[in-house]
């Protein structure tokens, strides 16, 4: 894409009723943008139906939930789930008796990781495999979820499945250095890329991240033609990353986090979407704000984008609600500290030289560079030190908020979908959270 195409106006649509089917495709974990949607589905009355990733056994084959595994979910989620191992990604399948991705990169150390070689025949051969059992357990799923579903009511997708990083102990101490490490122990991006081990890592992301969305889409087809035939309606969303306007300087500008490894699968799944588009069908994935979540607190100042939500709030038509936030705020810094001088701090940041050359639409995702690192994990690690507790952050009461009114947007927006990607930014969050609290 050429530039962003943001979400600017409020949603006023909604199809969704009481006895149409909400269907989380992908299973519910922690905190996460999902929780947003799901709300809202529930507030329309909503069936909400989910499915589960599975689980591994002693000898990492995928089975189903068990009994007490499937009461749990069904109780955090709120709604059924069919039972069916919906795991994406190859990394640890393979042809029978054959080594899994997993497997061959169990040898790889930090001495060796950078020289180490896959035998590539060998991995698409454990894709393919993947793939073709993840298909399958689509279609049982889409088998039992046609039934579940009356004629002529309305289905909303949501997919949410991310990821695809293989569990190996090389990695992790890799990401430490590429998404933490500065000075000495700074590491850069494209030597990940460059590797063996990064181009299998940006397969499997592609394939969790992607092109499961294409899976859905076409697994439900049958499904989407009898509704459609019936006088219902279907829609598909999925949630991107790629970037988000924040205010700086005064302006709301483009901005990201950089280095974010799963850019290329996201673009990809932003290419499913337009491909569904020109079909026809109604498939928008939502590029969403930086926020911290169990799998993202891996990325050491990607949370450093959300402050500038409490400016935006203020700017927005913010009242009495708007400025609760910012008071809500600073008890959680340290005495001495104010949410001023925090937000300075956030201000110069994004206003140094390093950081907006990082500014760059056309060439995202950009690799990472010792000065980026410098800058924005000293950063990360100043603000950090700021507050009372590392546990209880203003960037964690902020990402609740971004939660909240991305919520309603998406749900709304996907009634009567602008396009196929669509960006959510500080301005429309904003807006939409004043919106909702303007009695408060």
């Avoid at 499997?204 to 049958?222: P, R």
């Avoid at 699968?265 to 026809?280: D, F, H, P, S, Y």
Wanted: proline letters at 3%.
């Amino acid at each position: 894409m050429i530039s962003p195409v943001s979400l600017r106006d409020i949603p006023q649509s909604n199809i969704f009723r009481r006895g149409d089917t909400f269907v989380l495709f992908g299973e519910l974990f922690g905190r996460g943008y999902a929780n947003g949607l799901i709300n809202e589905a529930r507030k329309a009355g909503m069936t909400i139906i989910g499915i589960t990733v599975g689980r591994r056994d002693e000898n990492n084959a995928l089975r189903p939930l068990n009994e007490e595994e499937l009461n749990i979910a069904e109780a955090n989620l709120g709604g059924r789930i069919i039972n069916v191992p919906l795991m994406a990604g190859f990394d640890l399948d393979a042809p029978i008796g054959e080594p899994t991705p997993t497997d061959l990169l169990s040898g790889m150390t930090l001495k060796s990781w950078q020289d180490d070689r896959l035998d590539w025949a060998h991995i698409e051969k454990c894709r393919e495999v993947g793939v073709a059992r993840f298909k399958d357990s689509v279609d049982q799923v889409m088998a039992q979820l046609d039934g579940m579903i009356a004629d002529g009511s309305n289905v909303f997708f949501a997919h949410t499945m991310a990821g695809g990083i293989p569990k190996v102990k090389v990695f992790l101490a890799i990401a430490n250095r590429i998404y933490k490490g500065r000075g000495e122990r700074f590491m850069s991006s494209r030597a990940l890329l460059d590797s063996d081990l990064g181009k299998l890592i940006l397969m499997n992301f592609d394939e969790v991240t992607a092109n499961t969305f294409g899976h859905l889409i076409e697994g439900s087809a049958a499904i989407r033609a009898r509704l459609e035939k019936t006088g219902g309606q279907v829609r598909y969303t999925a949630y991107g990353y790629h970037g988000t306007e924040i205010l700086i300087d005064g302006q709301y500008q483009w901005q990201s986090y950089t280095n974010y490894t799963q850019g290329y699968a996201k673009m990809r799944l932003e290419n499913v979407a337009i491909a569904a588009w020109t079909k026809g069908i109604k498939a928008t994935v939502y590029n969403c704000p930086e926020i911290r979540t169990n799998s993202s607190d891996i990325f050491a100042g990607v949370e450093l984008s959300l402050f500038p939500l409490l400016k935006a709030l203020r700017r927005e038509n913010g009242g009495t609600w708007a400025e609760a936030q910012w008071q809500a705020c600073r008890p959680l810094l340290q005495d001495g500290v104010t949410i001023e001088s925090l937000l300075q701090k956030i201000e110069d940041y994004n206003k140094s030289g390093v950081m907006a050359e990082f500014r760059n639409f056309a060439a995202w995702p950009m690799d990472n560079s010792a000065a980026l690192a410098e800058v924005m994990i000293g950063t990360s690690e100043e603000i950090t030190q700021m507050h009372v507790n590392r546990t209880e952050l203003v960037a964690g009461f902020l990402s609740a908020l971004v939660l909240e009114g991305t919520g309603p947007l998406m749900f709304h927006e996907t009634s009567n979908p602008a396009g196929p990607v669509l960006w959510l930014n500080h301005d429309i969050i904003a807006r939409q959270l004043n919106l909702m609290h303007a009695g408060d």
